[in-house]
C-alpha cells in the first residue's frame, strides 16, 4: 500500500486534468481523501512537469507526499514517463528526505514493460543526483540527501523483470556518469595516458582484456594518419583496445570505435578562441565507448564487445602536420590533409582498419566529427550513417527505445566526390556542403570489409552555455543495442 511504510517520502502520479492515478487513489483512500481535497482546491491540475510536496497527511507513514503532474492519460508515453521521473526526483531532491518510496514504475508507459520502466526510473535516479565537483577545491553540498529509493509495480508476478530492469537501470547509470566525467574533465588531465589508465582500471574490475598501443606500435602498424595527429603534441597518443567477453567463444564481436581527441585545437589549422575550452568534449565518443563498457561489465551482458579507442591531442607545433602534407593510413591509402581540423577522421580511419583483425559482425563508430551536423541536426538527435540498413534499423530502434534517437543520414556516392584530391588518393575534407556526409564517406573507405555505423555525437554528446557539460550520450543507445543484441542472440 502506497504510504503505509514509514519513509521520508511517497511520489505518486496525477493525470490532467486533476485524475489521481491507481497509486494516489490508493493513498487518498488511505489518508481520507487529503489529495482529492488538494485537486479540488486546485493546487494540482496534474499539468506534466508540475509537482507538489505535502506534509504529514493524515493517517499515513510517510512523512511526506509528492505529487507529480503527468499529463493527459492518453498522451502519457514512455517520453512522457521520463519527464515525470525527472520532475519526481527534482522535487524529493529538494526535500530532505533521506529515502522515497516511488509509484511512478507502476503506471503503464506505453508498449514497455516493467523492466523498461524500472530501469529508466533507477537511470534517472543516478542521473538526478550526478555532480561534477572532483574539480573544486572543497567538495560542494551534495547533490541529494536521499540514500534509498524503492520502486514500487503492481504485481508480484512482475518481480523478476523488475530486479532485472533495476540491475541494468543502475549500471546504465555507471556508465553515464563515467562517460560524463571523462567528458567533463579538463584537458589537462583527461589526457591519451589518463583514458589509458581508465580502461586498465575496468579491464580490472570486470574481468575484461586491455591493450594499450604506443607510438612505436603505432608506426609498426602503419598508423600514418593517426600519427599524423599526434604530431604536435606532446602529449604520447594511444590506442586502447577493450575487450568484454561475456558471450561464446564463437561468437563475433560487436566492436565499437571512439574518438578520443582529448584537446582539439585544431592543429595548424588554428580553430578561433571563442568557445576553445569546448573541444575538450572531443573524446567523448571515446568516453561512450568506455561507459559502455563499464555499464555491460556491470551486468555481466552475454555477449561479445571490444571498445577501440585512438586518443591523441591535436596540437600546432613546429612538427605539426601543415595543409597540403601527405600520409599513408594503416590501410595503404594515402590521405592529403587539406586540414588539420579534420583530425577525427584521421586518427578513426586507422582504428578501423585495426577492427578488422577481430573479424566483427559489426563495427559502430562515435564521434564529435563534425560542426556541420550541429547545423544539421542541432542538439535533439545524432547522426547516423550506415553501409548497412539493418544495422541502421538496429541503431535506430536501440536510440527510441533508449530515448537518445538518432537520424539515419544519406551516403549516396554522388558526395564521394567532393573528396577528389590532386596529389594523393583523397583529401581529408570535402567543402562546406554537407560536411557530416563528406566525413562520414571519408570514413566509408575503410569499412568496406564489415557491416558500419557511424554516430556523429558533435550536437549530442554536450551541451553548451549556463549547463555546459557532458550529457553521457550516446551511452544508452548504445547499451540498449548491446542489451538487444545480446537478448536475441545473434
Ligand atoms: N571536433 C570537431 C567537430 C566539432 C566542432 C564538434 C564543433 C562540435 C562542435 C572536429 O574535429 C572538427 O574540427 N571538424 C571540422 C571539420 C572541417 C575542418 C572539415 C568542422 O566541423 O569544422
Ligand atoms: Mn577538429
Ligand atoms: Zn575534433
Redesign the pocket.
Known amino acids: 500500500m502506497p504510504g503505509s511504510a514509514k519513509s521520508g517520502c511517497v511520489v505518486v502520479g496525477v493525470f490532467e486534468p486533476r485524475k489521481l492515478s491507481t497509486p494516489a487513489a490508493l493513498l487518498d483512500k488511505a489518508a481520507r481523501s487529503a489529495l482529492s481535497k488538494v485537486l479540488q482546491a486546485g493546487d494540482m491540475d496534474g499539468r506534466a512537469g508540475t509537482t507538489l510536496v505535502l506534509h504529514r497527511l493524515p493517517q499515513l507513514a510517510s512523512e511526506r507526499v509528492v505529487l507529480v503532474g503527468l499529463g493527459a492519460e492518453k498522451s502519457f508515453d514512455a517520453k512522457a514517463y521520463r519527464s515525470a521521473l525527472q520532475a519526481a526526483f527534482r522535487a524529493v531532491t529538494s526535500t530532505g528526505a533521506a529515502d522515497a518510496e516511488i509509484h511512478l514504475t507502476s503506471l503503464s508507459a506505453g508498449k514497455h514493460d516493467v523492466a523498461w520502466r524500472v530501469a529508466q526510473a533507477a537511470c534517472i535516479a543516478i542521473e538526478s543526483t550526478y555532480r561534477f565537483d572532483q574539480m573544486k577545491s572543497k567538495p560542494g553540498r551534495p547533490a541529494s540527501t536521499l540514500k534509498r529509493v524503492t520502486f514500487a509495480f503492481a504485481n508480484v508476478s512482475e518481480r523478476r523483470l523488475a530486479d532485472r530492469g533495476l540491475g541494468q537501470g543502475l549500471a546504465l547509470g555507471h556508465g553515464i556518469s563515467l562517460a560524463k566525467d571523462l567528458g567533463n574533465l579538463p584537458g589537462n588531465v583527461c589526457t591519451p595516458t589518463y583514458l589509458a589508465a581508465q580502461a586498465r582500471d575496468l579491464a580490472k574490475r570486470y574481468r575484461m582484456k586491455v591493450q594499450i598501443l604506443d607510438t612505436r606500435d603505432m608506426k609498426n602498424l602503419g598508423m600514418g594518419t593517426l600519427l599524423s595527429v599526434a604530431r604536435g603534441s606532446a602529449e604520447p597518443p594511444k590506442l586502447i583496445v577493450l575487450e568484454h567477453r561475456g558471450g561464446p567463444q564463437s561468437q563475433k564481436p560487436v566492436v565499437l570505435v571512439g574518438k578520443g581527441?582529448t584537446f582539439?585545437t585544431?592543429g595548424t589549422?588554428l580553430?578561433p578562441a571563442g568557445e576553445m575550452d569546448?573541444?575538450k568534449?572531443?573524446m567523448s565518443g571515446a568516453g561512450s565507448v568506455l561507459g559502455t563498457l563499464k555499464a555491460i561489465g556491470e551486468m555481466r551482458l552475454p555477449i561479445n564487445v571490444v571498445g577501440i579507442i585512438p586518443a591523441t591531442e591535436?596540437m600546432p607545433g613546429s612538427r605539426a602536420t601543415k595543409p597540403g602534407d601527405i600520409v599513408t593510413s594503416m590501410s595503404g591509402q594515402t590521405v592529403e590533409i587539406l586540414?588539420t581540423?579534420?583530425?577525427?577522421r584521421l586518427i578513426l580511419c586507422d582504428a578501423l582498419t585495426y577492427a578488422e583483425r577481430y573479424d566483427p559482425a559489426a563495427v559502430i563508430d562515435i564521434a564529435?566529427?563534425?560542426?556541420?551536423?550541429?547545423i544539421a541536426l542541432g542538439h535533439v538527435v545524432s547522426g547516423l550513417f550506415a553501409n548497412d540498413d539493418a544495422l541502421a534499423q538496429e541503431v535506430l530502434a536501440a536510440g527510441e527505445v533508449s530515448l537518445d534517437r538518432a537520424w539515419h543520414m544519406p551516403l549516396h556516392d554522388e558526395y564521394q566526390e567532393q573528396l577528389k584530391s590532386n596529389f594523393a588518393d583523397f583529401a581529408n575534407?570535402?567543402g562546406r556542403p554537407a560536411?557530416a556526409v563528406t566525413?562520414a564517406c571519408y570514413l566509408s573507405r575503410f569499412t568496406k570489409k564489415f557491416k558500419w555505423a557511424h554516430l556523429d555525437v558533435?550536437?549530442t554528446a554536450w551541451k553548451s552555455g549556463k549547463e555546459k557539460g557532458s550529457t553521457g550520450r550516446p551511452v544508452p543507445l548504445l547499451t540498449q543495442y548491446l542489451i538487444h543484441r545480446a537478448s536475441t542472440n545473434k
Open positions: 581527441v582539439d585544431g589549422s580553430k569546448e573541444m568534449f572531443d591535436n586540414n581540423d579534420a583530425e577525427g564529435t566529427l563534425t560542426g556541420a551536423c550541429v575534407i570535402g560536411g566525413a558533435a550536437g
